[in-house]
T-cell receptor, first 113, second 114 residues
Framework: GQSLEQPSEVTAVEGAIVQINCTYQ??????LSWYQQHDGGAPTFLSY????GLEETGRFSSFLSRSDSYGYLLLQELQMKDSASYFC??????????????FGTGTQLKVEL | DAGVIQSPRHEVTEMGQEVTLRCKPI?????LFWYRQTMMRGLELLIY????????DSGMPEDRFSAKMPNASFSTLKIQPSEPRDSAVYFC????????????FGPGTRLTVL
């Protein structure tokens, strides 16, 4: 089976940098995704890492170390609108040739003035 | 593009009633996923279709739940009979295909079973 661990809550001030960590245990690992979800909204895709290293998309970056079964999401120049829940999700290949996401429990980020 | 469309957005029903949730994936997407989200259990995958064929239904909680995808543009998730513990937000998501990493979620259906 799969299991993912991430902190339940993180608080930071506007303009700061915050890192949300994710460790996972899975068989057939294929990649690590990150999704953002605002209260009452739907999860939206942020980034995906299949290989070790850092992927940068604007103010957001995501890192993966396959050997350590570890990844993180880095948010820079925090804005109030970044207050949301952030989920890491492991992608593994199903026997039927598809791909499945198993989500972590989510990290609630609160950005304060 | 309209994105993934789900209906209804809110559903309140009584225990024992049948509930049908509907989803229209993004046009051209070949993979469709049904998720359930609760505070206690987080975001769980219920079932996944590829090219209208169910690939993995291991997340379906019990026989009261069933899902169909009669064509590429429509899927349903049915609960019969419904129970209070089924209260949750149900999301439908779609992706281009099995080899793509991005899933696009619909707005969700908030189900309350009294």
């Amino acid at each position: 089976g799969q299991s993912l661990e991430q902190p339940s809550e993180v608080t930071a001030v506007e303009g700061a940098i915050v890192q949300i960590n994710c460790t996972y245990q899975t068989s057939g690992f294929y990649g690590l995704s990150w999704y953002q979800q605002h209260d009452g909204g739907a999860p939206t895709f942020l980034s995906y890492n299949a290989l070790d290293g850092l992927e940068e998309t604007g103010r957001f970056s995501s890192f993966l170390s396959r050997s350590d079964s570890y990844g993180y999401l880095l948010l820079q120049e925090l804005q109030m609108k970044d207050s949301a829940s952030y989920f890491c999700a492991v992608r593994d290949r199903l026997g039927g040739g598809g791909n499945k996401l198993t989500f972590g429990t989510g990290t609630q980020l609160k950005v304060e003035l | 593009d309209a994105g993934v469309i789900q209906s209804p957005r809110h559903e309140v029903t009584e225990m024992g009633q049948e509930v049908t949730l509907r989803c229209k994936p993004i046009s051209g997407h070949n993979s469709l996923f049904w998720y359930r989200q609760t505070m206690m259990r987080g975001l769980e995958l219920l079932i996944y279709f590829n090219n209208n064929v169910p690939i993995d239904d291991s997340g379906m909680p019990e026989d009261r739940f069933s899902a169909k995808m009669p064509n590429a543009s429509f899927s349903t998730l049915k609960i019969q009979p419904s129970e209070p513990r089924d209260s949750a937000v149900y999301f439908c998501a779609s992706s281009l295909g099995p080899d793509t990493d991005t899933q696009y979620f619909g707005p969700g259906t908030r189900l309350t079973v009294l």
